[in-house]
C-alpha cells in the first residue's frame, strides 16, 4: 500500500529555512506525479507545489521564488526546500501521491516564530 513519511520540520525563525523530505514506499515513485500540500492552524488544506515525472514543477504564489521541489527517483524521495520563511507558512506540510487530495502521509509540522 502507498506509504509516504515526511520529515524536516520544526521551530525556525522568520527569513530562515528548513528542507522537507518525503519518502516513498508502496508505489512506483518514478512514474508518479507528487504534491505538496499543507495545513495552517484552524485552516483547509492548501496546495503548495508539485513536480511531474520529468521534472517539470509548479508553484502557488504565496511561494513562488521561495520554495523549491524535487525528487530522486533512485531514493523515491520527494523534496521541499523552503527559503525566507514567513510566519504565515507555519503550517503541518504534507507530501501526496497524484494529486493535492491524494494518499499523504502524517504531516511534519513547520513553525515559523521568533
Known amino acids: 500500500q502507498v506509504q509516504l513519511v515526511e520529515s524536516g520540520g520544526g521551530l525556525v525563525q522568520p527569513g530562515g529555512s528548513l528542507r522537507l523530505s518525503c519518502v516513498a514506499s508502496g508505489f512506483t515513485f518514478s512514474t508518479s506525479w507528487m504534491y505538496w500540500v499543507r495545513q495552517a492552524p484552524g485552516k483547509g488544506l492548501e496546495w503548495v507545489s508539485h513536480?511531474?515525472?520529468?521534472?517539470?514543477?509548479y508553484y502557488a504564489d504565496s511561494v513562488k521564488g521561495r520554495f523549491t521541489i524535487s525528487r530522486d527517483n533512485a531514493k523515491d524521495t520527494l523534496y521541499l526546500q523552503m527559503n525566507s520563511l514567513k510566519s504565515d507558512d507555519t503550517a503541518v506540510y504534507y507530501c501526496?501521491?497524484?494529486?493535492?487530495?491524494?494518499?499523504r502521509g502524517q504531516g511534519t509540522l513547520v513553525t515559523v516564530s521568533s
Open positions: 513536480i511531474n515525472t520529468r521534472g517539470g514543477t
Open positions: 501526496a501521491k497524484g494529486a493535492a487530495g491524494g494518499p
